[in-house]
């Protein structure tokens, strides 16, 4: 069987969804990857990973009539030359139009719903527009899907109550996965206080409430310091690099990674102010490194958060909250051992029912397969998955350490 899988940033792409080929390579089927043009890093990922990468004409930018069409026309291109058995794509842009050529082709389209995006935000008319009409390509590209995935009740329930896709086609699962040997528990930094955000450059993701919040602390903290780890980005909702470099007096921005382990571990506190997300991974990682994570209340991150558990959740939009909180976790640096011990109760109780039953990378092909028990994944990618039980156990010696 021929799987293509499309996605909106190589690097994610091939990253994130690298456990998913894999898993599929090892039940003997051919993978395509498809997406913008490789640099040299990827394409180097992409070899290692062994599957043949596509790479076509994605139009990122908004909605542009001959931009869309020429990314139309790139996909069903792509379907007419390799006559995939089944296409999985994720991303808004790559949902609809490859939802709609496959539609076209008669071929087998499964969708993964990462999070609402730029379209769904805002209540002014012009935006509301925006929201109706990304509705109705919704309503087209997945009319004949035979699965749509999401990362959370929110936005399946959006989209049911839209009527974008029955109920009957849709299923949830608890985000991407990460795997906790990669990475491991961590103690908290000896000196200092640090926060971090790791994220694209978007305004969606919450990045000015950082640094305005940031901007509040260091006038009674001024060595607090706040670090910055994404790429930039070619959306609408963008944020100028120029205007990023501007905020250097309150916010350290380190470009992109490919590692973010060594930002997390040198943290005391992961922050992700965003105005939405599907289920967010950075969240997840952090945890998993026994991070306490300080979000919102939004969609996708309030599924991360259990209230004064393993962190703390403040309004979308607010930087003064945000500053509020921050402000209780520097004058309140023992009581992040309780976070300690909250993460690690949170993982043992609420594992199986909240973060770690089944990641997206699972979610296609357990739809695929019909929930086929027999195809459940061996690999770590399941996050806190409580057979790694010397991983949990290794939790508990940080937590009785940190305690003494």
């Not at 958060?305 to 500053?323: D, Q, R, T, W, Y």
């Not at 770690?356 to 690999?379: A, D, L, M, V």
């Amino acid at each position: 069987m021929k799987i293509l899988i499309l996605g909106t940033v190589p690097n994610d792409l091939l990253n994130f969804r690298a456990d998913l080929i894999k898993d599929i390579q090892k039940k003997n089927h051919e993978v395509i990857a498809s997406s913008s043009p490789l640099d040299s890093v990827t394409n180097i990922h992409a070899k290692k990973l062994g599957i043949l990468y596509e790479p076509i004409f994605l139009n990122r930018h908004g909605l542009s009539l001959t931009g869309d069409i020429k990314t139309l026309k790139s996909l069903l291109n792509l379907l007419k030359k390799h006559k995939p058995s089944i296409v999985l794509a994720h991303g808004i842009k790559l949902v609809i139009w490859g939802g709609i050529s496959a539609r076209i082709q008669n071929i087998p389209f499964f969708a993964l719903i990462t999070g609402l995006g730029f379209a769904f935000q805002g209540k002014s008319f012009r935006r509301k527009l925006l929201t109706k009409f990304v509705s109705f390509l919704y309503k087209i590209a997945l009319r004949n899907s035979k699965a749509v995935i999401f990362q959370n009740k929110d936005n399946r329930d959006l989209f049911i109550d839209k009527r974008i896709v029955p109920r009957s086609k849709t299923h949830i699962v608890n985000g991407s996965g990460v795997d906790i040997n990669k990475f491991g528990f961590t103690k908290q930094p000896d000196t200092g206080f640090s926060f971090l955000l790791v994220a694209r450059l978007l305004g969606e993701k919450g990045l000015r409430e950082y640094v305005a919040a940031a901007k509040i602390v260091k006038a009674s903290f001024p060595d607090v310091k706040f670090e910055i780890v994404g790429a930039e980005d070619e959306s609408l909702d963008a944020i100028p690099l120029e205007e990023v470099e501007r905020w250097s007096e309150y916010a350290n921005y380190n470009g992109s990674t490919n590692d973010v382990r060594p930002f997390i571990e040198n943290c005391n506190v992961y922050v992700l102010p965003s105005y939405h997300e599907g289920l967010p991974r950075s969240t997840l990682e952090a945890m998993s490194m026994g991070r306490p994570v300080l979000t919102t209340s939004a969609s996708g991150c309030k599924e991360t958060v259990e209230e004064g558990v393993n962190g703390f959740m403040v309004p979308i939009g607010s930087s003064k909250k945000l500053a509020e909180r921050m402000i209780w976790f520097i004058e309140n640096k023992d009581k992040i051992l309780f976070l300690y011990k909250g993460i690690d109760n949170w993982l043992e109780n609420r594992h199986k029912n909240h973060i770690s039953t089944y990641p997206e990378e699972q979610g296609f092909c357990y739809s695929y397969w019909n929930c086929n028990k027999e195809y459940r994944p061996k690999s770590s990618i399941i996050l806190f998955d409580y057979n790694e039980k010397k991983q949990h156990q290794i939790r508990k010696k940080w937590v009785k350490e940190l305690w003494a």
